[in-house]
């Protein structure tokens, strides 16, 4: 079972940008689908973007579109989240995760879960923190 490790995260003014990183430490990251999520304070855990193992799918949350963006380095068995114009309803701690590995190609190049049901393997975690 690899390990997922989270880091990037901080306080940030409203309007400004932040970018997280999860790493992984599993040789077979690249036949993953990630996800990012997110628990604000005193919400449920909710989906914010998923990236298939090869990367050309990406699916977003309404609440994140056109704001964020995933992606994935598979050399570097690395994963991203990309946020830009952060708002106070982005505070949470942000987690990463890893969906079962597919085999088909159809999987590699399309699988990007939005369930977390889906996941398998969580990071411990990023707080990100939005000021006014």
């Known amino acids: 079972q690899g390990r997922l490790v989270e880091s990037g995260g901080g306080l940030v003014q409203a309007g400004n940008s932040l970018t997280l990183s999860c790493v992984v430490s599993?040789?077979?990251?690249?036949?993953?689908?990630m996800g990012w999520f997110r628990q604000g304070p005193g919400k449920e855990r909710e989906f914010v973007a998923a990236?298939?193992?090869?990367?050309?799918?990406?699916i977003y949350s309404d609440s994140v579109k056109g704001r964020f963006t995933i992606s994935r380095e598979n050399i570097k068995n690395t994963l991203y989240l990309q946020m830009n114009n952060l708002n106070l309803e982005d505070t949470a701690v942000y987690f990463c995760?890893?969906?079962?590995?597919?085999?088909?190609?159809?999987?590699?190049?399309?699988?990007?879960?939005?369930?977390?049901?889906?996941?398998?393997?969580w990071g411990q975690g990023t707080q990100v923190t939005v000021s006014s």
């Open positions: 990236i298939s193992p090869s990367g050309l799918r990406e």
């Open positions: 995760a890893a969906s079962r590995s597919v085999t088909t190609i159809g999987e590699l190049l399309n699988t990007a879960p939005k369930a977390p049901g889906e996941y398998e393997y």
């Open positions: 599993d040789r077979t990251f690249s036949i993953h689908p």
